[in-house]
């Protein structure tokens, strides 16, 4: 079973920056696509980005521009994949969550927060 843990998340104040890590590993196969979700207080969990093998990265329009999603070189069968967040507004605090998708199971994180002060 694949086991996903994310990290990197905090508080930050409007207009800063951060970077979200997630660590994969627990599969010999290739971990295809990992993506990142986000979940707000009181609201359903929505897709901000994802990123495939050979490609740069596909966003939701509201972090077009703003966040950049990118994957480490894997080691050791663990597969890293990062979320590089600039700009950040207060209405982007949410828990963050990585997927991760093998042989067509997709698996979560437990999630990191983002805390984002006005």
């Known amino acids: 079973q694949v086991q996903l843990v994310e990290s990197g998340g905090g508080l930050v104040q409007a207009g800063g920056s951060l970077r979200l890590s997630c660590a994969a590993s627990?599969?010999?196969?290739?971990?295809?696509?990992m993506e990142w979700y986000r979940q707000a207080p009181g609201k359903q969990r929505e897709w901000v980005a994802t990123?495939?093998?050979?490609?740069?990265?596909?966003?939701?329009d509201s972090v077009k521009g703003r966040f950049t999603i990118s994957r480490g070189n894997v080691k050791n069968t663990v597969y890293t994949v990062y979320l590089h967040m600039n700009s950040l507004k207060s209405e982007v605090t949410s828990v963050y969550y990585c997927s991760g998708m093998v042989l067509g199971r997709t698996s979560w994180g437990p999630g990191t927060q983002v805390t984002v002060s006005a």
């Open positions: 627990g599969t010999i196969f290739s971990i295809n696509p």
């Open positions: 990123i495939t093998s050979g490609s740069s990265g596909n966003y939701a």
